[in-house]
């Protein structure tokens, strides 16, 4: 018995060292060889400040930013440590409610005619979609350019430059990055 404990005792010290250091340290160093910038957090950068990560959305609710999707994250929004969608079913009053309340931001400012697209209103899977949709992006221009003091024209342009296609043409859909918009309309202000 004594025999079998100390065979156990150097399996654990084995597997531990294999699997608690040596495993995760590989990986670390693979991944900062092959994909530095996604294994740092995929950070943008500007000036030497950190403005945020390429794959996690941030809040925006003054009338001159677009507005990305609603955050489901519980603690707060855009909080990549609790990330998690609501799980609300399309009849549940919570869903219902965040999205009349999102409606009635969108509306106190100028908008389009037409239904507000569907990402404006609702959380996505993990509550961190950095994306919106073209048309929740349009949605928004009038807003923005009002704001802005700029032209409609002008903000689409924007957009146009910051719109992603499908992946491969096939995969995913359209959308625009929320946080790169947004930096572009702030360095063009600060070029005018």
Known sequence: MIRATIVSIRVLLVMTVLTG???????TVIA?????????????REGGAVLGSDA????????????GRLSAT???????????????????PDLKKAA???????KTHPVPDGAIPADLVTASASG????????????????VA????ISEEAVRE????????????????????????????????SER
């Open 158 to 189: 924007v957009v146009r430059l910051h719109s992603s296609g499908r992946f491969l043409g096939i995969l995913g859909e359209p959308r625009v990055h929320v946080l790169r918009l947004n930096l572009a309309l702030d360095r063009m202000k």
């Open 21 to 27: 250091v040596l495993y995760p340290l590989t990986v």
């Open 100 to 106: 009349e309340g999102r409606i009635a931001a969108l």
């Open 128 to 143: 961190l979609d950095p994306h919106i949709s073209p048309a929740a992006a349009e949605y928004q221009v009038r807003r």
């Open 32 to 44: 900062r060889l092959v994909f530095p910038d996604r294994a740092e957090g995929s950070l943008i």
């Open 74 to 92: 519980s603690r707060m929004p855009y909080d990549a440590s609790a990330s998690s969608g609501t799980n609300y079913g399309p009849l549940h």
């Open 56 to 67: 996690i959305g941030q809040s925006f609710s003054r009338p001159e930013y677009f507005w």
């Open 146 to 149: 009002s704001a802005r003091g």
